[in-house]
């Protein structure tokens, strides 16, 4: 069963930033959309950024401005930078595909964001 390999989490202050990958093969990245996923602590899993085939991408309201999606076709990662981090990012982050599939949920990376 083919997951996706999420890494780099962390502690840090608010304020500071942060960048997670997410490891997979270069076939699901060519045919996917992808996107990550973020759970808060006792809240659902939603989406909070997207990168589509095409390049395109979109963001949550709540991360706009302040987290950037991007892929590193060399190394088959698709990335978060994650700027200005605010205790509210505080979680699990998962990558996956868009929309969704459940073969496709890794461990995730947590992030912990103090104040």
């Known amino acids: 069963q083919v997951q996706l390999q999420e890494s780099g989490g962390g502690e840090v202050q608010a304020g500071k930033s942060l960048r997670i990958s997410c490891a997979a093969s270069?076939?699901?990245?060519?045919?996917?959309?992808m996107a990550w996923y973020h759970q808060a602590p006792g809240k659902r899993r939603e989406m909070v950024a997207l990168?589509?085939?095409?390049?395109?991408?979109s963001y949550g309201d709540s991360v706009k401005g302040r987290f950037t999606i991007f892929r590193d076709n060399a190394a088959n990662t698709v990335n978060l930078q994650m700027n200005n981090l605010k205790p509210e990012d505080t979680g699990v982050y998962y990558c996956?595909?868009?929309?969704?599939?459940?073969?496709?949920w890794g461990r995730g990376t947590q992030v912990t964001v103090s104040s």
């Open positions: 270069a076939r699901i990245f060519k045919i996917s959309n």
């Open positions: 996956n595909t868009y929309p969704a599939e459940i073969r496709y």
């Open positions: 990168l589509r085939r095409g390049g395109d991408t």
